[in-house]
């Protein structure tokens, strides 16, 4: 079975930091794209950052300067590490890949979410 697993949420105060981890289990090969979401409540779910496997990464506005994604490729693995963080960032926080699932083919991936509370 191909899932996400994320680890890292929790609550912390304004200016404070966090670090969301994910990692991907199962047969499944050639991510090129990990990420991670983000929706609050009565809010859509929408892109915090975004990495490719040669290293490219996308941030959302709100987040620049504030966030960093990384990843490890042979462990199929990716990070985010959150400073200064506003309680508009609190969230449900999601875990994204795409990549290849053997005898199933070209998979869209989610994790489960996990909570990030920041109060002010």
């Known amino acids: 079975q191909v899932q996400l697993v994320e680890s890292g949420g929790g609550l912390v105060q304004a200016g404070g930091s966090l670090r969301l981890s994910c990692a991907a289990s199962?047969?499944?090969?050639?991510?090129?794209?990990m990420g991670w979401y983000r929706q609050a409540p009565g809010k859509r779910r929408d892109l915090v950052a975004s990495i490719t496997s040669a290293g490219t990464t996308n941030y959302a506005d709100s987040v620049k300067g504030r966030f960093t994604i990384f990843r490890d490729n042979a462990r199929n693995t990716v990070s985010l590490q959150m400073n200064s963080l506003k309680p508009e960032d609190t969230a449900l926080y999601y875990c994204?890949?795409?990549?290849?699932?053997?005898?199933?083919?070209?998979?869209?991936?989610w994790g489960q979410g996990t909570l990030v509370t920041v109060s002010s």
């Open positions: 199962g047969n499944i090969r050639d991510i090129n794209h």
């Open positions: 994204n890949a795409r990549g290849y699932v053997p005898l199933d083919g070209y998979r869209e991936l």
